[in-house]
C-alpha cells in the first residue's frame, strides 16, 4: 500500500514551489488520515508544524527550503516514498512552561528547543533558581537564562555556551546568558525529571520575559519548567543523517 503523505510549507517562495511541485508529483491527503507529514521550511515552520500537529500522532518528515535546517532533511522531489519509508525516527518529548506574572495571570507552553527567560529593560535580571523545589543558586545576575531539550541543546543554549546533549541522553541543560555574577558559573545538566524554578528578583526594576517556542510571556515572577514525556513529537530522518548523527557532528566543526 502506498504511503499517505500530507504537505505543508512556510510562505517563502521556495517553499511554496517545492509544495506545488511535490503535490503534483505524489499527490497531497489530509494531515487527519496521512501516514507521514513533509514538512517544507526552515527548522523555524518544522518547530510550528510539530506543535500544531502534536494530537495527530503522525511522524513529521521535513525537507529544507529554509536557512540551516537543523532539523530538516535534504531537499529532493525524487523518490520520495522510499526515503520515507527507510527514514529512521527520533521521538522528542518538549519541556512545558508555567510562567507568572507581576499582574497574577499565569500563562502555559510547550517548547521542543528550550524555555528562556531573558531581561525586558536596560538592567541585568536577577534570578533566584531552585531545582526540585530545593534553592540550588540564591541570586544568579545575568541577561538570562535557559533551559534546553537534548534536541534543542545545539540552538540558543549552543550560543550561550551551553553543552550539546547527546539525543538519548535523560538531562536537560540549563544554561546561563551572559553570567555577570557569579561570573564563572555556566550552568549545570539536570535529570530530565527535574522541576528547574525561577523567581525574579527586584521584578519591578529588572523586568524579565519568558519564551517557550513561539509563546512569549513578558513581567514575570516565577517561572517553572519540567519535561512532558507524555507529549510526544515523533521526526523522521534520512539513514545516517539522524539527530544523534548531527548532534555528535555539531560538537567536531
Not at 27 to 39: F, K, L, P, Q, S
Not at 51 to 60: F, K
Not at 89 to 106: F, K, S
Amino acid at each position: 500500500m502506498s504511503l499517505r503523505i500530507a504537505f505543508c510549507a512556510s510562505r517563502a517562495p521556495i517553499a511554496q514551489a517545492a509544495l506545488a511541485g511535490l503535490t503534483r508529483r505524489y499527490g497531497d491527503h489530509n494531515e487527519r488520515g496521512a501516514d507521514v507529514i513533509v514538512a517544507l521550511g526552515g527548522d523555524g515552520f518544522m518547530l510550528q508544524t510539530l506543535h500544531r500537529t502534536q494530537e495527530l500522532a503522525v511522524p513529521v518528515y521535513g525537507m529544507n527550503r529554509g536557512t540551516v535546517g537543523f532539523l530538516m532533511n535534504e531537499y529532493s522531489e525524487h523518490g520520495l516514498p522510499e526515503r520515507l519509508e527507510a527514514a529512521e525516527q527520533a521521538v522528542i518529548n518538549p519541556l512545558g512552561m508555567r510562567a507568572l506574572c507581576a499582574d497574577g495571570t499565569e500563562h502555559r507552553g510547550l517548547a521542543i528547543n528550550e524555555v528562556s527567560l531573558l531581561r525586558a529593560g536596560p538592567q541585568a535580571a536577577k534570578l533566584r533558581i531552585s531545582v526540585d523545589g530545593k534553592v540550588r543558586l540564591p541570586e544568579l545576575v545575568c541577561d538570562g537564562a535557559l533551559v534546553a531539550t537534548p534536541a534543542g541543546s545545539t540552538a540558543y543554549n549552543y550560543s550561550a555556551h551551553g553543552p550539546i546533549l547527546p539525543i538519548g541522553a535523560d538531562v536537560l541543560a540549563l544554561t546561563a546568558v551572559a553570567a555577570f555574577r557569579p561570573r564563572r558559573w555556566r550552568g549545570a545538566l539536570l535529570p530530565k525529571s527535574a522541576e528547574v524554578g525561577f523567581e525574579v528578583l527586584e521584578a519591578d526594576k529588572r523586568p524579565v520575559m519568558a519564551e517557550a517556542d513561539s509563546v512569549s510571556v513578558r513581567d514575570v515572577v516565577q517561572v517553572y519548567v519540567r519535561s512532558q514525556p507524555e507529549v510526544e513529537h515523533r521526526v523522521l530522518f534520512d539513514p545516517g543523517h539522524g539527530l544523534e548523527e548531527r548532534l555528535i557532528r555539531e560538537q567536531f566543526v
